[in-house]
């Protein structure tokens, strides 16, 4: 079976690609499997400057689930590049990075020094950050920002490809993939997680410090496939989806749907090796249904 995937101008050995926030910088994950059996790597949120992140608890276990809060903490661009991107094995595996800013102005500055760095296959722009300089709005929330980030980015990414992942947080997910796609977008990825919380019944307070948290985990895979369905409908970019996935029969799932791959999240933080292990249980599925190529499969629900 060919297991080559294509997001425009990428080319994966394979579908399978750890989602941000919760596969490290990847390095911590290199004694669970070969780092270089995967798709690609989509390395923690990077800002311009270090990040401390929320305060604890930020991480809740819910039904089929988890909440998270942690608040983008990271060690800088300049950090990651000088200590992180050097060791990973990035002429065989593609090393997304996915940035995170409070303005346009900034995820630009973010796209140009990262442009030139050799071993960044692609950029991830993160859009359900809030945009401190209209209130605090998510940019991922408004289509008009959305697509002026997107703009912004492209201006600074040179050759780089610019993937927009999506906040599933909005009334019709289609309007926000339009406008960016109509800005300059290669490709989507999405849903990133859904606005959650919970509480403590005995002590009356949150479970979470910050209160609200992202949710991710099994629960919202029905809502991640149906949105991750309605955006492939809707624009003519390769889109990466995520969403719950725990089984290579999920990954199969959002590829029937018309996903060019898949990002996969809460399922490293219940096995570190979840990953690595799903590289080949997608391919032996596969030869089970007698599908040639993952790219033969994509897109061919009948509807």
Do not use: W
């Not at 390095?27 to 990040?51: C, H, N, Q, T």
């Not at 719950?244 to 959002?254: T, Y």
Request: hydrophobic content about 45%; overall charge negative; charged content about 20%.
């Amino acid at each position: 079976m060919d297991t080559t995937v294509r997001i425009g101008r990428l080319e994966l050995k394979n579908p399978i690609i750890p989602a941000s926030g919760t596969f490290g910088y990847g390095l911590e994950f290199m004694r669970y499997g070969d780092l270089a059996r995967l798709g690609g790597i989509a390395v923690k949120g990077l800002s311009l400057k270090p990040r401390l992140g929320n305060p604890t608890p930020r991480i809740v276990e819910t039904s089929a689930g988890m909440l998270n809060a942690i608040g983008l903490q990271n060690i800088g661009v300049e950090q990651f590049l000088k200590e992180k991107l050097p060791r990973l094995p990035h002429s065989e595996t593609a090393v997304i990075a996915n940035l995170y800013a409070q303005s346009a102005e900034e995820f630009a500055d973010l796209a140009g020094v990262l442009a030139g760095e050799e071993g960044i296959a692609a950029l991830e722009v993160n859009i359900s950050c809030p945009n401190v300089k209209e209130g605090g709005v998510q940019f991922g929330q408004d289509p008009a920002m959305g697509a002026k980030v997107v703009e912004a980015v492209k201006k600074k990414s040179g050759s780089l490809p610019v993937m927009v992942k999506l906040s599933p947080n909005v009334t019709d997910i289609t309007v926000v993939a339009r406008a960016v796609v109509d800005a300059g977008a290669d490709c989507l990825s999405l849903i990133n997680t859904l606005s959650g919380m919970a509480v403590d019944i005995r002590r009356r307070t949150p479970r979470l410090a910050n209160v609200v948290g992202g949710l991710s985990g099994p629960a919202i895979k029905p809502v991640a496939l149906r949105m991750v369905h309605q955006v492939c409908r809707a624009v003519d970019v390769p889109v990466v989806g995520m969403g719950g996935i725990s089984s290579p029969e999920d990954v199969f799932e959002f590829l029937l749907v018309g996903a060019s791959a898949v990002q996969v999240g809460t399922g490293n933080f219940l096995r570190p090796d979840f990953a690595f292990n799903l590289v080949g249980e997608v391919a032996e599925l596969g030869e089970e249904l007698g599908i040639a190529s993952f790219e033969e499969y994509r897109g061919s629900l009948q509807v």
